[in-house]
């Protein structure tokens, strides 16, 4: 009697690379919001660094930057929900 024979496949995860260590011309800036839009959620929450594709060091940046530009108001905190 045969036993059934189970391949799995593997499947190919393209690993994520820091668009900031990638590009140097880019900057992080709490001044530039088009920038930071990019890793915010659209209900105002930071994206994790596995999600983003960030190294740990730009992520901690960009988490900061994100502060600030809340703070003086250039980001909002949340959306408003009706």
């Not at 709490?30 to 930071?46: A, D, M, Q, V, W």
Request: charged share 35%; proline share 5%.
């Amino acid at each position: 009697m045969k036993k059934p024979v189970n391949k799995k496949r593997r499947i190919y995860i393209k690993r994520k690379v820091c668009r900031f260590c990638a590009d140097k011309t880019l900057e992080i800036d709490y001044k530039s919001p088009r920038i930071l839009r990019h890793f915010i959620t659209e209900r105002g929450k930071i994206i994790p660094r596995r999600i983003s594709g960030n190294c740990a060091k730009h992520q901690r940046e960009i988490t900061t930057a994100i502060k600030k530009a809340r703070n003086i108001a250039i980001l909002p905190f949340t959306t408003v929900m009706k």
